[in-house]
């Protein structure tokens, strides 16, 4: 009998050490991501935000502009959030925007990098590199895309050949509702490729269009909320969502 006691106690006091261990821990970790999130006395005001996982439910990814704008009446032109582990801060007025990419640029080259992204195009390319990196492929850039006549009337006119064939495109609804998605795409892209290669490609030409189809997903999955999750989690974890 008194075995059976001995090892009932037993067992209840493992039970309820186990969990006083557990409910330790879980403040313990509460208490280190507050320090963590702690805002410094100047920084940008914002919403309030969940333990860990930061503003991530607060913003709908489909109507982010409409939920900005409302963030933005409310806390003024800088607003501060939280994605899971990654701060950001959203700028927004004219003059501001102009300060913060013409007068203070050294301090904003650097973006975060999107797990997807590292992957597919690594850390290079105008548009995906960062910081030195990219101002120095910014510079290159600019430098021969006016040697192939950027700033230069000659672009002009491919500009107008290209906006005479999509109003073209466009005639060919007859007046029906459609989406101008893709079509505006392949202007936008056939101009490039007139710059680049010195020729555009016909509106129904198949394999052009499953490119821009192949981009445009890419696009897509950058900011799918999978895509943002896994951009959030710290980067011990990043090959945690595959």
Known sequence: MLATVGSLVAALWGVLHLRTLLLGAVAFLFFVDFLKRRRPKNYPPGPWRLPFLGNIFHLDIAKIHLELKQHVKKYGNLV????????AVVVTGLPLIKEVLTHTEQNFMNRPMNPIRERVFGKNGLIMSSG????????????????????????????QEEAHH????????????????????????NIICSIIFGERFDYQDA????????????????????????????ASCSGVLG
Request: aromatic share 10%; with cysteine.
């Open 80 to 87: 501060s959030l939280n994605l899971a582990y990654l701060p």
């Open 132 to 159: 030195q990196t990219w101002k120095e492929q910014r510079r290159f850039a600019l430098t021969t895309l006016r040697n192939f006549g950027l700033g230069k009337k000659t672009i002009e006119e491919r500009i």
């Open 166 to 189: 999509l109003a073209e495109v466009i005639a060919e609804e007859k007046g029906q509702p459609f989406n101008p998605h893709f079509k505006i795409n392949n202007a936008v892209s």
């Open 207 to 234: 394999e052009f269009r499953e490119l821009l189809r192949l981009l445009d997903e890419v696009m897509y999955l950058e900011v799918s909320p999978m895509c943002q999750v896994s951009t959030s989690l710290p």
